[in-house]
């Protein structure tokens, strides 16, 4: 099992920035990739970015705008948000895995919230 707790959700102005954390414990040698989704109010879990042995991959919303960094040695995944608007308000999951594109690792954090307001 792999249990993952995240940290640095908050409140930020629109044009602000963010940086979440992720740490990872338990069996950390059967994951493949780290990254994160975020969920809106009365949307669907969406991925944000995800980094495995490669290059980071991102959705459309997050190019240009944010960064994922993984920390091998200290089991941990950052999100660094840049340029931050309202509509990135959500919860933000970290997840690990063997995260595609298109599906996510098996393994989920308890969320936590970004708000963007003015």
């Known amino acids: 099992q792999v249990q993952l707790v995240e940290s640095g959700g908050g409140l930020v102005q629109p044009g602000g920035s963010l940086t979440l954390s992720c740490a990872a414990s338990?069996?950390?040698?059967?994951?493949?990739?780290m990254g994160w989704y975020r969920q809106a109010p009365g949307k669907q879990r969406e991925l944000v970015a995800f980094m495995a042995t490669g290059a980071a991959k991102y959705a459309d919303s997050a190019k240009g705008r944010f960064t994922v960094s993984r920390d091998i040695a200290k089991h941990t995944v950052y999100l660094q948000m840049n340029s931050l608007e309202p509509e990135d308000t959500a919860v933000y999951y970290c997840?690990?895995?063997?995260?595609?594109?298109?599906?996510?690792?098996?393994?989920w954090g308890q969320g936590t919230q970004v708000t963007v307001s003015s």
């Open positions: 997840n690990a895995g063997r995260i595609t594109s298109a599906t996510p690792g098996d393994y």
């Open positions: 338990g069996s950390i040698y059967i994951i493949y990739a």
